[in-house]
C-alpha cells in the first residue's frame, strides 16, 4: 500500500511532535456499512501516530463498541476524538473529527495534537473569562473541505473553546462528506460554524472576539 506521508513530511512531522507534552489518545471510530473513507483515515492516523511515542491510535467500531460511541457521543463516520492522556487516564476535551483530516485539515489535526497535548488553550483573557462564566452547553460545527485554506483556523478556534471549557464541544466536519448534513444546516461556503443545531452561525474565518459575540447571542 503506497504511503499517505512522504518521507519530507515525516522528517518535518517529528521535529514538530517533539514538542509535544503530554501523551495523546487518538480513538478513531469505523464502521463497516457506508464508511468508504475509513480504510484512508486509518491510514493516515496510522503513519502519523507511528511517528511519535506520544501518540497513541485506537481503532474502533462504531458498532461492535457501542458503549464507547456511546460515552463520546459518535453519530456517524469515520470520527476521531481527541485525548489527553494515556492508558486508562484519559481527558475528554470534547474535541471531534468527522471526516478524513486531509489536505487543509490536515494541519489542524497537527495542531489539535499539540494543544491537547500541552492543555492550554492560548485563547485571550476575555474569551477564557466568558467560557468560565456559561451555564448552557455550546455545540460548535466547523463544515469545512480539505481544499479550503482559511478552514483551519475556525477549526483549532472551535477546539480551543472546546479545551478552554467543559461546557464546549466542537466538531470538524468535512462537508462533502456529509452532503445531507451540510444541506440541513444551508452550507454552500466553508468555514461555516454553526452553533447549537443552528441557533446560530459564523460564516468564514473569524477572530475568537466575533464567535464569542455570535455564542453570546445565541445564549441570550
Do not use: W
Amino acid at each position: 500500500m503506497e504511503k499517505l506521508l512522504n518521507t519530507e513530511i515525516e522528517k518535518q512531522l517529528r521535529e514538530i511532535f517533539a514538542d509535544l507534552k503530554q501523551p495523546v489518545t487518538v480513538l478513531l471510530f469505523t464502521s463497516q456499512e457506508e464508511c468508504d473513507l475509513c480504510g484512508q483515515t486509518r491510514q493516515l492516523l496510522e503513519e502519523v501516530s507511528a511517528l511519535d511515542e506520544k501518540i497513541d491510535l485506537r481503532v474502533l467500531d462504531i458498532q461492535a463498541d457501542a458503549g464507547l460511541t456511546k460515552q463520546y457521543r459518535i453519530d456517524k463516520t469515520p470520527a476521531l476524538t481527541l485525548l489527553a492522556g494515556a492508558g486508562d487516564q484519559l481527558t475528554d476535551y470534547g474535541i471531534r473529527y468527522y471526516g478524513v483530516p486531509a489536505g487543509h485539515e490536515f494541519t489542524s489535526l497537527v495542531h489539535d495534537l499539540l494543544l491537547v497535548s500541552g492543555g492550554e488553550s492560548g485563547l485571550n483573557e476575555k474569551t477564557r473569562q466568558f467560557l468560565s462564566g456559561l451555564k448552557k452547553p455550546v455545540h460548535l460545527q466547523v463544515f469545512v473541505t480539505p481544499t479550503c485554506p482559511y478552514c483551519p483556523s475556525a477549526v483549532v478556534l472551535a477546539h480551543r473553546m472546546a479545551l478552554e471549557s467543559p461546557m464546549v464541544t466542537a466538531d470538524m466536519v468535512e462537508a462533502t462528506e456529509f452532503p445531507e448534513l451540510s444541506e440541513h444546516y444551508g452550507v454552500s461556503g466553508v468555514p461555516h460554524t454553526v452553533i447549537n443545531d443552528g441557533a446560530g452561525e459564523l460564516i468564514g474565518a473569524n477572530p475568537e472576539e466575533a464567535l464569542v459575540a455570535e455564542i453570546e447571542l445565541v445564549l441570550k
